[in-house]
């Protein structure tokens, strides 16, 4: 399993990376648009493409935060005996686990029924699908993420969380 995490980690980072890269352009894009605008030229469809690039850095980014431990953790849960920590643990996993495969396999159903209505973005006319099945495919490596990282830690019995 732990082979497995590595390779989920690994994909992880990789969305990480592609998510400061869509942040960078986003940042260039704005600028861009912001001194058009000065000169008289603005950047047709900044709008759009920030709007949609936000969440592109949202569902990329998700994963590797949570790999880098930068979550929210409820310290008061995991002062317990060992008995309830682990059952609160096992719980928190499956809703975390759940939501998160709900919440990707919507993504992907909004994102194919774009796709067959053929909708676009207001501007720039930028089909809108895709970044549906982007949102979809964060979301699924997110889930894969908590899971193996659940599945590890209720096998070794170590603590849900890392502290921070």
């Known amino acids: 399993m732990e082979g497995f995490q590595r390779v989920v980690n690994g994909i992880a980072k990789g969305m990480g990376m592609m998510s400061a890269l869509v942040l960078f ?17 603005p950047v047709p469809g900044t709008y759009d493409m920030v709007g949609i690039g936000g969440g592109a850095v949202l569902a990329l980014g998700l994963a590797m935060s949570h790999v880098s431990g930068m979550r929210i953790s409820m310290n008061c849960l995991y002062k317990r005996p060992e008995f309830l920590r682990r059952m609160l643990s096992v719980i928190v996993s499956v809703l975390s686990v759940g939501t998160l495969a709900l919440i990707a396999w919507r993504c992907f159903k909004l994102g ?4 067959e209505r053929d909708v676009v973005s207001d501007t720039i006319q930028i089909p809108l699908y895709p970044f549906l ?22 096998k070794t019995g170590a603590p849900e969380h890392r502290g921070h």
């Open 25 to 41: 352009a986003m940042m260039v894009v704005t600028c861009l648009d912001v001194v058009g605008r000065y000169f008289g030229h």
């Open 133 to 154: 099945f982007l949102a979809g495919l964060g979301m699924s490596v997110y889930c894969m993420v908590v899971f193996v990282e659940s599945v590890i830690n209720f």
């Open 112 to 115: 194919n029924d774009l796709l």
